[in-house]
């Protein structure tokens, strides 16, 4: 069964800090890699997308993929307190069916 | 934005009774999902569509079933509601599979 692993479970960061989240995928067929943002008592949101190698920026934010370990990583810079939320990761496969999601990062920034 | 609405928004139902939730979308989206979400397993896939009338199996499809009588229109039914399906379920759509996906609200259910 396909998985999608998540860490750390939670982060502190300070108002204006850096926050990195990483994700893996337990599949080589992994085609993309998703991050959702999901604030407390809402529904999930579509943050960014990944699917080749290298590196995508949105504003403070920055997705890392490296396809051949299977490993992408989120970054946020400047954090704000909106920024506060559950990070989940997801992946979909060739010929695949539906995203798969991690179980999340809990990221808290601290004023 | 895309739309997809579900209901009801928050029920609580007796352990052994029935429950649906509905999920309706605007969007035009082949694709619809039923996932639940427990504190501490991020979203975990139940039931999926990609065509009326044809449903198939998540990760998690033991004690539900699912329904897409239309394009616009996918259910979760509960048989026979346990304690342990407590949670909070969401639904969602895409054009394709991969593609981003739209969600609802959730639906908070509480067995008891």
């Known amino acids: 069964q396909q998985k999608v692993q998540q860490s750390p479970e939670s982060l502190i960061v300070p108002e204006g800090g850096m926050a990195s989240l990483n994700c893996t995928s337990s599949?080589?067929?992994?085609?993309y890699f998703w991050w959702y943002r999901q604030h407390s008592g809402k529904s999930p949101k579509m943050l960014m997308?990944?699917?080749?190698?290298g590196e995508k920026e949105e504003g403070r934010f920055t997705v890392h993929l490296n396809k051949a370990s299977l490993h992408t990583s989120l970054h946020i810079r400047d954090s704000q307190p909106s920024d506060s939320a559950l990070y989940l990761c997801?992946?979909?496969?060739?010929?695949?069916?539906?995203?798969?999601f991690g179980t999340g990062t809990t990221v808290s920034v601290s004023p | 934005e895309a739309a997809v609405t579900q209901s009801p928004r928050s029920k609580v139902a007796v352990t052994g009774g029935k429950v649906t939730l509905s999920c309706h979308q605007t969007?035009?989206?082949?694709?619809m999902y039923w996932y639940r979400q427990d504190t501490g397993h991020g979203l975990r896939l139940i039931h999926y569509?990609?065509?009326?009338?044809?449903?198939e199996k998540g990760d998690i499809p033991d004690g539900y079933k699912a329904s897409r009588p239309s394009q616009e229109n996918f259910s979760l039914i509960l048989e026979l509601a346990s304690l342990s399906q407590t949670a909070v379920y969401f639904c969602?759509?895409?054009?394709?599979?991969?593609?981003?996906?739209?969600f609802g609200e959730g639906s908070r259910l509480i067995v008891v």
């Open positions: 569509s990609y065509v009326a009338d044809s449903t």
């Open positions: 997801a992946a979909s496969w060739q010929g695949g069916r539906a995203l798969i």
């Open positions: 969602a759509s895409n054009a394709r599979s991969g593609n981003t996906l739209y």
């Open positions: 599949d080589r067929n992994v085609d």
């Open positions: 969007n035009n989206h082949d694709y």
């Open positions: 997308s990944i699917f080749s190698n």
